[in-house]
């Protein structure tokens, strides 16, 4: 069982930028692939980011390549997402996840065996 934690949603301003933290209990975090996923008001959940355990292996969304920066700390069991030059339509929840599948996509959120509660981010124009 791991549990998670995500932190540093907030209100920012267009362009501005956050930085997601995503805590998670357990030992053993350095074996598991680690995503970031979004979830909009009257909108499917949606992938944004992806990273092996080693952070050897990292995948975005097309929507923010280029702007967000997925990375992680094993050391501390923990996952991040720095958030850059922020749109009102990157508005959402954001949810960190444990990948368990590797035989379904990264990007397939069926992919994910543990969720966290979720950080809002909201981005004003």
């Known amino acids: 069982q791991v549990q998670l934690v995500e932190s540093g949603g907030g209100l920012v301003q267009d362009g501005g930028s956050l930085r997601l933290s995503c805590a998670a209990s357990?030992?053993?975090?350095?074996?598991?692939?680690m995503g970031w996923f979004r979830q909009a008001p009257g909108k499917e959940r949606e992938f944004v980011a992806h990273?092996?355990?080693?952070?050897?292996?990292?995948y975005y969304a097309g929507s923010v390549e280029g702007r967000f920066t997925i990375s992680r700390d094993n050391a501390k069991s923990s996952a991040y997402l720095q958030m850059n030059s922020l749109k009102p339509e990157d508005t959402a929840v954001y949810y960190c996840?444990?990948?368990?599948?590797?035989?379904?996509?990264?990007?397939?959120?069926?992919?994910?065996?543990?969720w966290g509660r979720g950080t809002q981010v909201t981005v004003s124009s």
């Open positions: 357990g030992r053993t975090f350095s074996v598991y692939a």
């Open positions: 996840a444990v990948r368990r599948r590797l035989d379904i996509a990264y990007s397939n959120g069926d992919a994910y065996a543990y």
């Open positions: 990273i092996s355990g080693s952070g050897s292996n990292i």
